[in-house]
C-alpha cells in the first residue's frame, strides 16, 4: 500500500478529504528533518508505542571490526544508531492467522 492509498482509505473512513488524510499522515510519518511526529520522538531518544499495534523506538549497534569481502582486508565499522519497530501483540497474532 502506498500512502496515497492509505490516504485515500483513511479520508473514506473518517470522512474528511483526501487533502486532509494526507496531511495528517505527513504529521505523524514524515521523515523529513524536524517533521513527522515518530520521527521527531526517535531523534530524542524516546519511544512511540501504540497498544496493540506496536513500538517503534531506537538502538545503539556497538562499532566492531569487519572484513572488506572484494579484498579480505579488516576494516573498522562505526558505531550507529538505527530505528526498529517491533510489532505488539495484537497485531501479530492477527498476521500469524
Known amino acids: 500500500m502506498t500512502k496515497k492509498e492509505m490516504a485515500a482509505k483513511l479520508a473514506k473512513k473518517c ?12 504529521v505523524i510519518f514524515d521523515a523529513t ?23 517503534f523506538g531506537t ?20 558505531a550507529r544508531k538505527y530505528a526498529f519497530f517491533k510489532p505488539g501483540k495484537t497485531l501479530r497474532e492477527r498476521v500469524e492467522q
Open 33 to 55: 528533518p524536524g517533521q513527522g511526529i515518530i520521527a521527531v520522538e526517535l531523534d530524542a531518544g524516546r519511544k512511540v508505542t501504540i497498544p496493540g499495534f506496536g513500538t
Open 15 to 26: 470522512d474528511i478529504s483526501v487533502a486532509k488524510a494526507t496531511e495528517i499522515l505527513n
Open 59 to 78: 538502538r545503539q549497534r556497538a562499532a566492531r571490526t569487519g572484513t572488506n569481502p572484494a579484498t579480505g582486508k579488516k576494516i573498522n565499522i562505526p
